[in-house]
Every structure is written in structure tokens, then in C-alpha cells.
């Protein structure tokens, strides 16, 4: 059982906007930054947004990172076939003194 | 071009040891700590620990479920990570990935293409 919890699941249809929810506590998304990883099968992970709401250079403004006391979130806008993949959220774990990753969730584009 | 490759892997034996390495290039390896983070079949992603950079004493970190059985370090001369893992257990099967992350500003991380470490009898 994941520090971290995602909904296993999510789904959109082309052009929708999802928003992918990662609850924490605050040791964790309470005192820290939000990471967001996007995985396709056989592949390593790639980093979508850091420090909570920033995209790497080369990240889509569709998009965008959020986090409000203990819960951060990810959105998708202009959802798009290619976006069908595995979301992770990671955050450093102050009580832990060590990194923890939600469960991940799987985003179907419908 | 920037490349993080892993080796090492392989099938053990539950209680044997097994060493992986993680060889970067393309990037000052040394402004970036390192993390391994693993990933058993068909599960999520788990960390397993982290070696910080010189600027901050090359301190390690390690999740509950390696340490003291799992030790990493580094080589900045070379530009290599370690992970050498003892006392293996069953449940360690995974891909292994080794994850750069830049220090200053974390807006840039770097991860290889893992490598599968199967723990059977």
C-alpha cells in the first residue's frame, strides 16, 4: 500500500480534459514538492512536472501540475491518444527520510 | 547525447548478492544526485535510495525495505553508480533503474534503461 494514493484508473475521450489526483499527508505533499512521471509499457519513466506545477523544457502546456495542502494533482487538457500511459506522483517523504511513489494510475484514452 | 546504462543484472539465487552499475555520460554527473528506483513486474514504480552529490557530502538514503541489505555509492572520477545488493530476497525481482536528478533546480532528471534482477530458486 502506497504512502502516495492514485486512483488506479482514469479515462477521457479526445480533446477532454482529465485530472489525475495524488493524495499524500503532510510529511510528505505537505512540507514538499510534487513530482509527476508519465510511463508507456517497456520504458523508462519521464519526468512531466517537478517542483509541484513546473514543466521540464520540451513538456506540453497541456500540461499542468497543481498542489494544495496534503494533495497534489495533474491535469491533462486536449486529451490526445498519444497521452495513454502510466502517471506516477513522487514526493520526498520527510518522516520516511526517503522518496515514496503513488500506486500510478492508468489513463485510457477512450 | 545523454545516457544512463545499466548493467548487472541477471537471475540469483534468494540470499545471494548481485552488484549493478549505472555508466552516465552527456551531463555533469556531478551536479546530480542519484537514485535507484525499481520496478517489479507488472507494478509501480519503488525507490530504493539515493546518493546526494559531493556538495552535500555524498550522503546516502535508502527506502525500509533494502537497508541493510542494499548499499549505494558513487564514482564522480568516472562518472558510475553502484548498487550492490546483499541478501537478496524473492520479492527484490524487478527492473532496476538508475535516475539522475539535477540538483540545482530539479527541472531535469535522466533515467536509464533499466536493468531485471530475478530472485527465484
Known amino acids: 500500500q502506497s504512502v502516495l494514493t492514485q486512483p488506479p484508473s482514469a479515462s477521457g475521450t479526445p480533446g477532454q480534459r482529465v485530472t489525475i489526483s495524488c493524495s499524500g499527508s503532510s510529511s510528505n505533499i505537505g512540507s514538499n514538492n510534487v513530482y509527476w512521471y508519465q510511463q508507456f509499457p517497456g520504458t523508462a519513466p519521464k519526468l512531466l512536472i517537478y517542483r509541484s506545477n513546473q514543466r521540464p523544457s520540451g513538456v506540453p502546456d497541456r500540461f499542468s501540475g497543481a498542489k494544495s495542502g496534503t494533495s497534489g494533482s495533474l491535469a491533462i487538457s486536449g486529451l490526445r491518444s498519444e497521452d495513454e500511459a502510466d502517471y506516477y506522483c513522487a514526493v520526498w517523504d520527510n518522516s520516511l527520510s526517503g522518496r515514496v511513489f503513488g500506486g500510478g494510475t492508468k489513463l485510457t484514452v477512450l | 547525447e545523454v545516457q544512463l546504462v545499466e548493467s548487472g543484472g541477471g537471475l540469483v539465487q534468494p540470499g545471494e548478492s548481485l552488484r549493478l552499475s549505472c555508466a552516465a555520460s552527456g551531463f555533469t554527473f556531478s551536479d546530480h544526485y542519484m537514485d535507484w528506483v525499481r520496478q517489479a513486474p507488472g507494478k509501480g514504480l519503488e525507490w530504493v535510495g539515493r546518493?546526494?552529490?559531493?556538495?552535500?557530502?555524498?550522503?546516502?538514503e535508502y527506502a525500509a525495505s533494502v537497508k541493510g541489505r542494499f548499499t549505494i555509492s558513487r564514482d564522480d572520477s568516472k562518472n558510475s553508480l553502484i548498487l550492490q545488493m546483499n541478501s537478496l530476497k524473492i520479492e527484490d525481482t524487478a527492473v532496476y533503474y538508475c535516475?539522475?536528478?539535477?540538483?540545482?533546480?530539479?527541472?531535469?532528471?535522466?533515467w536509464g534503461q533499466g536493468t531485471l534482477v530475478t530472485v527465484s530458486s
Open positions: 546518493t546526494r552529490s559531493k556538495a552535500n557530502s555524498y550522503t546516502t
Open positions: 535516475q539522475a536528478i539535477e540538483v540545482a533546480t530539479k527541472s531535469q532528471d535522466f
